[in-house]
Structure formats: structure tokens, C-alpha cells
């Protein structure tokens, strides 16, 4: 007696492009595109005097736009390689307008980590 055993392999059905579905409008605006930056912010400190406060997103989409709604704090020294390094990317143009009233807050060192804190009054 002989017994034949057949197994069938399928790939999965692919994704193809709906040729009915609206492409983007020539006017829409521009998505952030993600900078990749190979920089990244230190936060560790000894004394108050370590730290600054930089106004710009750090990760995601947004990373390196300017915005007071995205203030981090960080060593001097990691501040500025963090900035340089989204200069040298220029990612302004995908950035959204930044029209915000945020609490201002300072970096101060804390347990020899840079942490963001309201100004003292």
C-alpha cells in the first residue's frame, strides 16, 4: 500500500495598492519625517550648573523641531552635540508652527541627573 502525503505551502495574500483609492492632494501638507540622529542626551550632572534646558522635541516624528512644549533638560555638553546634530539636519521644514505660552522651567540637577523644575520665584 502506498500513501501519498501532499502539504501545499501558500504565501499570504500580499498588499496591492488600491488603484481605486485618492492619492495624496498635491497641497497637503508635508509629514514630519523622523531625524536620525545618532546623538543622543545625557542627563548627568554634579551640580546645578551642568544642566540647560533645550527646546526641542528629542524623539519621533518631531525630533529636533523646535517647540516650547518639548523642553528637556541634559548635560551642557550633550546639549550641544544634540543641537549641532539636528542643525546639520535641518528637519525646520517639516516642523508645525510652535505658538505656545508653556511654563517656563529650568534644568537643575537632582540626584546627579538633569531634571526640568519651575523657575524659583
Do not use: W, Y
Not at 552635540?81 to 511654563?103: G, H, L
Amino acid at each position: 500500500m502506498l500513501v501519498l502525503v501532499a502539504a501545499c505551502s501558500r504565501e499570504p495574500p500580499r498588499a496591492t495598492p488600491d488603484a481605486a483609492s485618492p492619492a495624496t492632494p498635491p497641497d497637503a501638507p508635508a509629514k514630519p519625517r523622523p531625524v536620525a540622529l545618532r546623538v543622543a542626551l545625557d542627563d548627568a550632572c554634579k551640580r546645578h550648573d551642568d544642566c540647560v534646558a533645550i527646546d526641542l522635541f528629542v524623539d519621533g516624528p518631531l525630533r529636533c523641531c523646535i517647540s516650547c512644549g518639548a523642553r528637556a533638560a541634559a548635560n551642557k555638553s550633550s546639549a550641544e552635540s544634540f543641537i549641532a546634530a539636528c542643525a546639520d539636519e535641518r528637519p525646520t521644514r517639516d516642523c508645525p508652527v510652535d505658538t505656545c505660552d508653556a511654563e517656563v522651567l529650568d534644568a537643575r540637577c537632582v540626584g546627579g541627573h538633569c531634571l526640568l523644575a519651575p523657575r524659583p520665584r
